[in-house]
């Protein structure tokens, strides 16, 4: 159980293209994803809080209007990197937190995805 | 403010020795939950332990152990007669116990089991 999927794994695109990540708990309901990106040989940093029906929270010096994060439902999640440039290629990796409330600490990561930037 | 230190970039060692990798960690809570991850090649993050504030046992599932140090800060892992599939980036990860329960990680450490 608790499985998070990923789509695409990977992805190239264009310089000034947008492109749409989607982040799927395929057997519960998350209230709550978050938005991870990873540099190579570098640790994970949170981009973003992402909580169903309402705004995403992004963290400080993570470009909202860049980094459109929408959750729709319970079960999706999107990240849109829109007018993506080079240095937007990393590897992007969402995580959803187990139903169970605030007691419920685990955080179920997805495979990630990988964009690279041409 | 949380934070994370893996003082330990990279670690080599032969098949069967046995490693251990550090993790110190700062924050302001009391209560708090303290995780490692493994990343292999592939990128994916697997699950290795969650440990809660209030329990300071040390805990050990098959050649992995873990060594909580409330005192000092610390929760280390070792891991006993390495093999070569052990080979990955290892995180250590700090998450509070509020509502949002964000996950704050270290640098991670690199490690490489020779054949």
């Known amino acids: 159980g608790a499985v998070v999927s990923q789509h695409p794994s990977r992805v190239i695109c264009k310089s000034g293209t947008s492109v749409k990540i989607e982040c799927r708990s395929l057997?519960?309901?998350?209230?709550?994803m978050f938005w991870y990106r990873q540099f190579p040989k570098q640790s994970l940093m949170l981009m973003a809080t992402?909580?169903?029906?309402?705004?995403?929270?992004?963290e400080q010096g993570v470009e909202k209007d860049k980094f459109l994060i929408n959750h729709a439902s319970l079960t999706l999640s999107t990240l849109t990197v829109t007018s993506a440039h080079p240095e937007d290629s990393s590897f992007y990796i969402c995580?959803?937190?187990?139903?169970?409330?605030?007691?419920?600490?685990?955080?179920?990561f997805g495979p990630g995805t990988r964009l690279t930037v041409t | 403010a949380q934070k994370v230190t893996q003082a330990q970039t990279e670690i080599s060692v032969v098949e069967k020795e046995d490693v251990t990798l550090d993790c110190v960690y700062e924050?302001?809570?009391?209560?708090?939950?303290l995780f490692w991850y493994k990343q292999p090649p592939s990128g994916e993050l697997v699950f290795l332990i969650r440990r809660n504030s209030f329990d300071e046992q040390n805990e050990i599932s098959g050649r992995y152990s873990w060594n909580f140090q409330k005192s000092t800060s610390s929760f280390n892992f070792t891991i006993t007669a390495s093999q070569v599939v052990d080979s990955a980036v290892y995180f250590c990860a700090l998450s509070d116990l509020g509502l949002v329960n964000k996950l704050s990680f270290g640098a991670g450490t690199t490690v490489t089991v020779r054949a």
């Open positions: 057997d519960f309901q998350a209230t709550t």
């Open positions: 924050t302001r809570d009391t209560t708090y939950y």
């Open positions: 992402s909580n169903e029906g309402s705004k995403a929270t992004y």
């Open positions: 995580s959803a937190r187990a139903p169970g409330g605030a007691l419920s600490y685990e955080q179920y």
